[in-house]
């Protein structure tokens, strides 16, 4: 655990993911071969409808963490030329199909395909992802719902890292479905003061220099830099950008802001690693579920 201190920094504390996701990883692999031992085998399914190359890469890289812990995964991969007609028939039937436990509807789509649309489609139990306009408003409501994972993984780091919530002020950068919205409703759960910026903010700099906890997630390699900060501040980084030799950027400038915020999440190594055990976790929970129903 790292206790993130209150007043100025000596040094910046890297709020890393990577061990918080291992130990949650090895809760999926322990109730997985528990539910297995009952002829309960947590099944996740992942469609696919994209020739994207790094697409194909995460979907890889779920399937093969499912394997390790003991989730039988299957890549339903429909094509790039797939219709929107088939990919909800995809959805409904693996919704209906008593032996899967979790569903995920991969991106990009191919043109004409809306995702919250095909989103629907997915029931609501097995919807690990939260992509289901239905769990999304489920979360906004304080119901029972999975969150979806990436939102997720951002409060599970605050709360590896010992991170006060309740009262303090948290500052979102960015306001999609996938991460932005979600992660202020999980603040909001948590008792904090939560505004929410975006493309359309002036002077972004006023607003997330107030926050206790800053969540970054528009995709905008380097825009959060120096005067965008205090010296309390805690930012999560859910920015992924490629870079021209291969590696991944975050939104935020960590040269810029190294020294002066009291934590940040590295990237790669913060909220991507606990994204995908998230959802193994989401998985396994539902299968639980549906031992019960």
């Known amino acids: 655990m790292t206790t993130i201190p209150t007043s100025a920094p000596s040094a910046t504390k890297t709020l890393g993911g990577t061990q918080l996701a291992r ?32 697409s194909a890469w995460y979907v890889s890289s779920i399937a093969k963490a499912a394997a390790k812990s003991g989730i039988v995964c299957d890549v339903v991969d429909l094509g790039a ?33 809306n995702f919250e649309d095909l989103a629907a489609s997915i029931a609501p139990d097995k919807d690990v992802d939260g992509a289901n306009p239905v769990s999304l408003g489920r979360l906004a409501a304080g119901l029972p719902a999975y969150a979806p994972a990436t939102a997720a993984a ?22 999609s479905n996938v991460v932005g919205k979600p992660a ?17 903010t002036r002077n972004l700099d006023h607003y997330t220099r107030t926050a206790d906890v800053l969540v970054v997630a528009v995709g905008r390699p380097g825009l959060i830099t120096a005067q965008h900060v205090a010296e309390h501040t ?30 940040l999440t590295p990237v790669p190594g913060g909220v991507g690693p606990v994204t995908t055990a998230l959802l193994l976790h989401h998985t396994i929970q ?8």
């Not at 999980?186 to 505004?195: K, M």
């Open 23 to 54: 130990d949650i990883r090895a809760g999926v692999t322990s109730a997985a071969a528990e539910l297995t031992l009952l002829g309960l085998p947590p099944r996740l399914a992942v469609v696919a409808a994209t020739d994207d190359e790094s």
């Open 81 to 113: 030329g797939a219709t929107p007609q088939g990919i909800r028939a995809e959805l409904e039937k693996l919704s209906a199909d008593p032996a899967v436990h979790g569903i995920i509807l991969q991106t990009p789509l191919p043109a004409g395909a």
């Open 154 to 175: 951002v409060l599970a780091l605050l709360d590896h890292h010992e991170v006060p919530l309740a009262g303090r002020t948290g500052v979102v950068v960015g306001r």
């Open 184 to 200: 202020a409703q999980l603040l909001l759960q948590r008792d904090a003061t939560v505004t929410i910026c975006h493309r359309h």
């Open 234 to 263: 805690v930012v999560i980084d859910v920015g992924t950008n490629p870079t021209d030799d291969g590696g991944l950027v975050g939104d935020v400038d960590e040269t810029s802001v190294s020294g002066r915020v009291a934590g």
């Open 286 to 293: 539902s299968a639980s579920r549906s031992q019960h129903s």
